[in-house]
């Protein structure tokens, strides 16, 4: 298993700073961000837009994504253990049983 990766990019540091806002309009702008394989753990990504973002491998561990629409994001690799999750909605690819054990036990999620 690899280990997160602290980007060097603006919009991630956003992110981490706990300005979900500002990331949405810097993204709507154009700015382009690289979330594959970051830390993203124990972060409130709420209101975070999601369209067009790839997190496949990424570490959400504590993460709160409540109501976050997820279906057309890649999440191949990512974890969520610990994470909060009410009213998210997972790629359609993820089986419930692959959420609930990456979320229990922090395993790897892959699709069917």
């Known amino acids: 298993m690899s280990s997160p990766e602290f980007k060097e990019n603006p919009l991630y540091h956003l ?3 706990g300005h979900v806002t500002e990331f949405n309009q810097r993204r709507a702008m154009g700015d382009a ?5 970051s830390d993203l753990r124990h972060l409130d990504l709420r209101g975070l837009d999601t369209q067009g973002l790839d997190l496949g491998d990424t570490h959400l561990r504590q993460t ?3 109501g976050l629409d997820l279906r057309m994001v890649n999440m191949e690799g ?3 253990n610990g994470a909060k999750i009410s009213g998210t909605y997972f790629p359609v690819g993820l089986s419930a049983e692959e959420i609930g054990l990456s979320l229990l036990h922090g395993t790897r999620m892959r699709y069917r």
Do not use: F, Q
């Open 33 to 37: 961000c690289d979330l594959h394989g």
């Open 64 to 66: 709160d994504l409540r």
């Open 15 to 17: 992110l981490r700073e």
């Open 78 to 80: 990512a974890s969520i």
